[in-house]
């Protein structure tokens, strides 16, 4: 589990999550911040899914073949979401060497930073006086090496799900019948992040501990897309997206054909 999506739990289990921040889910957009003008491509790193059962004791039980759909469904789910956005994506691949190493330290320090941003600015009850007004987290801006791979922003997201076993179901009648409370069957939360590679600030983070659509399924990967994507940066205004924009490339191949 991420460090994000751990802060994310501590604090879903720390109080009822209409009393933290709406119905689950937050999200912020660094100040004054808007997609240029003209075309923008956006590197999309592997996503983070796991898809698993929650078993009856509550822990996560990993699936290989769920998460394997899962990872398909909502990259499908992506690529057409993004099109639609007037946006160009980068999908980078599995990297070897220095690059793979590279991707997997900054995948990595995203997922600390977002952490810190949900714990201490996003979520209330733990903010820090200094991060109180103002959207202001970084990764650096030794994240320009990372423009080497096609892309002057870069787009992290993360899933987890645990779909609640029969055991787990079981449990949770019983325990509304015996009156020791709610019993909660099944984990389902996200979050998905856009880092301005020339400057490494984090200029867009979204999360919620209550996220929809069943990612096994291309129906539900969508949902689950939409929701990741909710207030997304808007883009400036002044010039429509070139045609080209609406491109889904591969790292190292060549530019797919614009879509019709």
Known sequence: MTAAMAAM?????????????GAGEASAVREDFVLPQGEVRILV?????????????????PNAEW???AKGNIMAALEA?????????????????????????YTALFQTVAGE??????????????????????????TEQLRALGGDYGLFLVTNDSYGSTGRKVLQV???????????????????????????????????LQMGGDVRTAEGAQKRVAQLLEEFPLRATGQPAPERAREVTVTGETPAEPKP
């Open 67 to 69: 998460t394997e759909t």
């Open 174 to 208: 019983l325990g509304a019948v015996a009156g020791v409370g709610l019993v909660p069957s099944g984990v389902h939360m996200g979050y998905a992040g856009l880092v301005d590679l020339r400057t490494g600030h984090l200029v867009w983070l979204n999360g919620d």
């Open 9 to 21: 739990l501590a604090l879903g289990m720390a109080a009822p999550a209409h009393a933290q921040f």
């Open 117 to 142: 941003a949900f714990q201490h600015k996003l979520f209330p009850g733990n903010r820090l006086p200094s991060k109180r007004h103002d959207f202001d987290w970084t990764l650096g801006a030794e």
């Open 81 to 105: 979401e993004q099109a639609a956005r007037g946006t160009s994506l980068v999908i980078v691949p599995e990297l070897d060497g220095e690059q793979g190493e590279l991707v997997a330290d």
């Open 45 to 61: 790193f592997r996503p983070e899914i796991r898809v698993g059962a929650q078993t009856m004791g509550g822990m996560h039980e």
